[in-house]
């Protein structure tokens, strides 16, 4: 079997590769679609990044949404 495709959903809390420049490193997922919107739970930006390259970059989910 392949490997298995990381999960995440909408409001997910993750961890990403990289932490933010702000020195924070809890990200939450606040829109899901072809790109993937994260706001950073440090300093409130967010940032757009195609799904794909999400995917690579997260490191794992923290928080389940429900
Ligand atoms: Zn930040």
Redesign the pocket.
Known sequence: MAMKEKQFQLNDVVEMKKQ?????NRWQIIRMGADIRIK?L????SILIPRNEFAKKMKKVIEKAN
């Open positions: 933010h420049p702000c020195g924070e950073c440090g300093c409130n930006r």
